[in-house]
């Protein structure tokens, strides 16, 4: 597992570890997404894994390869990304 915060929320994310999720997160998160065909919004930890993570990775296994995951800090708060690309054949869907 990461050491770093950010690298432990990927490692987390993309193991659909909801709960290892929600502990990192503060549970006042307040996120906002954007998709191509959506706009993402949650005012807590529970509502970002119920409403927006849980749709964006369940049942998408084979759907996205990890390219990279790259975590630091820009000013106060810490950043986490994470690039991906659909694997052969597929489009993406969100």
């Known amino acids: 597992m990461a050491a770093n915060v950010g690298g432990r929320f990927a490692s987390a994310l993309l193991a659909r570890d909801w709960d290892g999720v929600k502990a990192i997160m503060d549970p006042a998160v307040q996120f906002r997404g954007l998709t191509p065909s959506r706009v993402w919004e949650a005012k807590s930890a529970d509502d970002v894994v119920a ?11 084979d759907a996205y390869k990890v390219l990279d995951i790259a975590a630091g800090q820009l000013g106060e708060p810490g950043t986490c990304q994470q690039q991906k690309a659909p694997r052969a054949g597929r489009a993406a869907s969100h």
Do not use: I, L, N
């Open 51 to 61: 409403q927006v993570f849980s749709q964006w990775y369940e049942g998408r296994d």
